[in-house]
Nanobody, 119 residues
């Protein structure tokens, strides 16, 4: 079992930046992919960004160019640097740990961290 725990959420002004972090603990196995998803305002959970063990990244069209995902394998952490935040980015952000080479399929979820963007 793996338990991801997110941190770093908060309130920022539109155009500002925020950095989210997620640490995974438990029965970590390699390789693994990690990703960020968001959900709120009555919307379905949506993919934001992911990174594989090899360092390959993917981004949702809505965040590409503004968000950057990275990982630290020594600490089993993944970070999401969010720049140029928009009000539409406000959501609860969830971290996903996924054993294997891609983020696709069943994984382990954190409980989320709230991101609020003020205008």
């Amino acid at each position: 079992q793996v338990q991801p725990v997110e941190s770093g959420g908060g309130l920022v002004q539109a155009g500002g930046s925020l950095r989210l972090s997620c640490v995974a603990s438990g029965s970590i196995s390699n390789p693994y992919a990690m990703g960020w998803y968001r959900q709120g305002s009555g919307r379905a959970r949506e993919f934001v960004a992911s990174i594989t063990a090899s360092g390959s990244t993917e981004y949702a069209d809505s965040v590409r160019g503004r968000f950057t995902i990275s990982r630290d394998n020594d600490k089993n952490t993944v970070s999401l640097q969010m720049n140029g935040l928009k009000t539409d980015d406000a959501d609860v952000y969830y971290c996903k740990y996924k054993p294997g080479p891609t983020i696709h399929g069943f994984g382990f979820w954190g409980q989320g961290t709230q991101v609020t963007v003020s205008s």
